[in-house]
């Protein structure tokens, strides 16, 4: 079961750089997220997708983009990384009303900016 | 906003002991309740939830009820063991998202 996959799962940017953190889940969820986490402040979501074609904006989507080309793939991308992004990226898919609403998670990626 | 409180710890306890996490939550309608368990080095994984006032979600020996009229979700657990030490998050879902709680952390000594 493969559930939800990010890749890489670690990286090191300089600032500036440019990067693109893909996930996949093979359970045909229609809703798909970003969320970071940093430190005592729990997990804030970037941006998220109802829907192949379609993305949204969370609660902190600033210096981020994301793409949602395939039902299947949510990418999300730094143009130009900022030391402040610095954090534990994590993806989840979650299951529509009649399966109860549930988000499922990936491992993580470990992304530093120096 | 929607919110969700919950005491951030880190809570330490012996083994055996008695376990509550204290959570509580702000919407503005009837959310469904959730228990999320993140051990190290790994993303979150559901341990319990509730969809409806008055539910109780249980798994693994963790219980936690469902309170309307105190919009509480506590989670519990008779007797911890050290393989229990994670961090614990309280999240609501309403809509389309979900609303996560800043995590409990949860360290249980043999």
């Known amino acids: 079961n493969a559930g939800v996959t990010q890749t890489p799962k670690f990286r090191v940017l300089k600032t500036g750089q440019s990067m693109t953190l893909l996930c996949a889940q093979d359970m045909n969820h229609e809703y798909m997220y970003w969320y970071r986490q940093d430190p005592g402040m729990g997990l804030r979501l970037i941006h998220y997708s109802v829907g192949e074609g379609t993305t949204a904006k969370g609660e902190v989507p600033d210096g981020y983009n994301v793409s949602r080309l395939k039902k299947q793939n949510f990418l999300l991308g730094l143009e130009s990384a900022a030391p402040s992004q610095t954090s534990v990226y994590f993806c989840?898919?979650?299951?529509?009303?009649?399966?109860?609403?549930?988000?499922?998670f990936g491992e993580g990626s470990w992304l530093t900016v120096v | 906003g929607d919110s969700v409180t919950q005491m951030e710890g880190p809570v330490t306890l012996s083994e055996e002991a008695f376990l509550t996490i204290n959570c509580t939550y702000t919407?503005?309608?009837?959310?469904?309740l959730f228990w999320y368990v993140q051990y190290p080095g790994e993303g979150l994984q559901l341990l319990l939830k509730a969809t409806k006032a008055d539910d109780k979600g249980s798994n693994k020996g963790f219980e936690a009820t469902y309170r309307k009229e105190t919009t509480s979700f506590h989670l519990e657990k008779g007797s911890v063991q050290v393989s229990d030490s994670a961090v614990y998050f309280c999240?609501?879902?309403?809509?389309?998202?979900?609303?996560f709680g800043p995590g409990t952390r949860l360290s249980v000594l043999p």
């Open positions: 999240a609501l879902f309403y809509g389309q998202n979900f609303v």
């Open positions: 989840a898919s979650r299951t529509g009303i009649s399966s109860g609403n549930t988000i499922y």
């Open positions: 919407a503005t309608g009837y959310p469904s």
